[in-house]
């Protein structure tokens, strides 16, 4: 459902042909167009499927690998920091849906833009920092490799390196789209409850 359509109900709230809303109904229409505007900052099922395949792998790596006991410690370094960070995204998601029927949902969702807009701040603040780190993290695994095993190649290390710059970087392109527009979703949604009748 599009922002556009609390507006309609709203406005049909005067319109004695049409059934009114109640307020309650009115406050789960804004709390679910929110959630859907939402979901394109949360971890969706094809980002989930890449993390437990990932995570999986390391596991069985860990477990009956024959690595060296230096890249079983990249392995687990690697796994420890992805669990972390993913749940940490996951909780942040499960929070920022979580509503309280009781709440009033004009400030369940302000909560909501001034969580985004921080993310927002951060990431512009620290994002050359945060895909830095990530490319020398990426990056040092090949590295890591040729100093424990003596089998680098200058070649794989510029594919390697190219690969993982060229993810990030669309990474950081999706990310800054996706949070910029639901940015102004929720802001739209704001401003709708601002001339909303009471």
Partial sequence: MKTTDIKDIWQSKVDTKIKPYSDAELN???????????KTIHPGW???????????????????????????????GALLILSISYLVWERSAHTMNKFARNSPVKEWLEYRIREVEKDIRIKSRYGILIYAGAI???FSIPFTSWLLTNSFHAITALITFSIILAFVLTIRFRFNKNYTQT?????????????APE
């Fill in 28 to 38: 789960e229409l804004v709390v679910k167009s929110a959630r859907k505007a939402m």
């Fill in 136 to 138: 020398i993290l990426g």
């Fill in 183 to 195: 940015l102004k979703e929720l802001k739209e949604l704001h401003n709708q409850l601002e001339v």
């Fill in 46 to 76: 094809i980002l989930r499927l890449i993390i437990y395949a990932v995570s999986l792998y390391l596991i069985i790596n860990l477990a009956v690998g024959n690595d060296s006991l230096g890249l079983k410690l990249i392995d687990l």
